[in-house]
């Protein structure tokens, strides 16, 4: 496929969207381990029957999935995979559910990509090439976009826009207090996009520069959003904040690394906040140099006492008094002291 950036390979469920009746899906290519229900599967084209779990298995294996819309899926090792129709009102849908492995895709517009923990990724416009990876269960979410937009929805809440030429892993707490962390690639053009829909009226957008690490959260009893740029971004990857209530825009600011932001849920304002500061936190936050950092352990050889001026007279060093010798003790007088001293 060509993608960016050499990234992990990504597993995922792929949901797609059709206005026909359900279009069967087909292997075109297998190789290694692969089966198909409890079938192996040969490098045959082979349907792939609703409901039935395609299995890649081992490592060196793959299953290549095409879709009678062209969609098409490269499984790596570790893919299961299986075909689910079902109809959403008068509409057929025709879902692709991949609950662990990896994949690699081309996709058409109006696909629909759901992975486990309550995500999906959805492609809004155009074709998208991109690679898609579920970690730890599902709680995160690799996406590596060459071309085109998607985005990832985490419960009704969250949304993380993604654009050609951009990578991110999505981290999705769905037990309440909902909370994500969104890290972005070191090597992004632009900036990802975050928006919270904190309340049926607030929305909170956040824009992530490359190589920077945000979360979100709700506290104080969901009176606030706390939003805090991680020490681990780049020293430049400043947040870009912006609060609309009703669709007006109320606040806007910026989070440098190692800063909270606190966006009210009632007016839509943003307070900021530091993090506590510890030497390891300084130490990061200031970029001490190794002369700094080696100051405090420096034993300042090499100095001399200054001259004496013209006419000054001479001093001397104070004579040194010797110490007293030590008393120590006499061991031949200590009744016992050679009692255990082996013969």
């Known amino acids: 496929m060509g993608l960016h950036r050499s990234l992990p390979l990504f597993a995922m469920a792929v949901l797609l969207v059709l206005s026909a009746p359900a279009v069967p899906a087909t292997i075109v290519d297998a190789g290694g381990t692969v089966t198909l229900g409890e079938a192996p599967v040969g490098a045959a084209e082979t349907p792939l029957p609703a409901g039935t779990s395609l299995q890649v298995v081992g490592e060196g294996s793959r299953a290549t999935v095409v879709a009678g819309n062209g969609d098409r899926m490269v499984l790596q090792p570790g893919s299961d995979f299986h075909l689910q129709s079902v109809t959403e009102g008068e509409k057929p849908v025709e879902t692709y559910v991949l609950k662990s492995g990896a994949f690699i895709g081309r ?129 430049d990857g400043k947040l870009g904040i912006v609060s609309r209530v009703k669709g007006e825009e109320k606040a806007r600011g910026e989070v440098a690394p190692g800063v909270f932001a606190y966006v009210l849920h009632e007016s839509g304002a943003i307070e900021f906040e530091y993090v506590d500061i510890d030497f390891k936190i300084l130490r990061r936050a200031i970029g001490l140099t190794n002369e700094f950092s080696t100051l405090s352990v420096s034993n300042f050889t090499g100095v001399k006492d200054p001259k004496p001026s013209a006419g000054s007279p001479r001093r001397e060093p104070p004579e040194q008094e010797e110490p007293d010798e030590p008393d120590y003790p006499d061991y031949y007088d200590i009744p016992g002291y050679y009692d255990d001293e082996p013969s």
Do not use: W
């Open 107 to 235: 996709l058409s517009p109006g696909t629909v990509v759901i992975l486990p923990n309550d995500t999906r990724i959805v492609v809004p416009e155009g074709t998208c090439e991109l690679s898609i990876e579920t970690r730890e269960g599902g709680k995160k979410t690799a996406i590596d976009v060459n071309e085109g937009r998607v985005e990832v929805l985490s419960g009704s809440q969250f949304k993380t826009v993604l654009t050609s030429r951009q990578s991110a892993v999505v981290t999705f707490r769905k037990e309440k207090p909902r909370t994500i962390k969104v890290a972005s690639g070191p090597d992004n053009e632009g900036e990802v996009v975050v928006l919270d829909q904190a309340t049926p009226d607030l929305e909170i957008e956040v824009r992530v520069p490359k190589a920077s690490e945000t979360t979100l959260t709700a506290v104080d009893s969901n009176q606030k959003t706390k939003i805090e740029n991680s020490l681990d971004s780049s020293k």
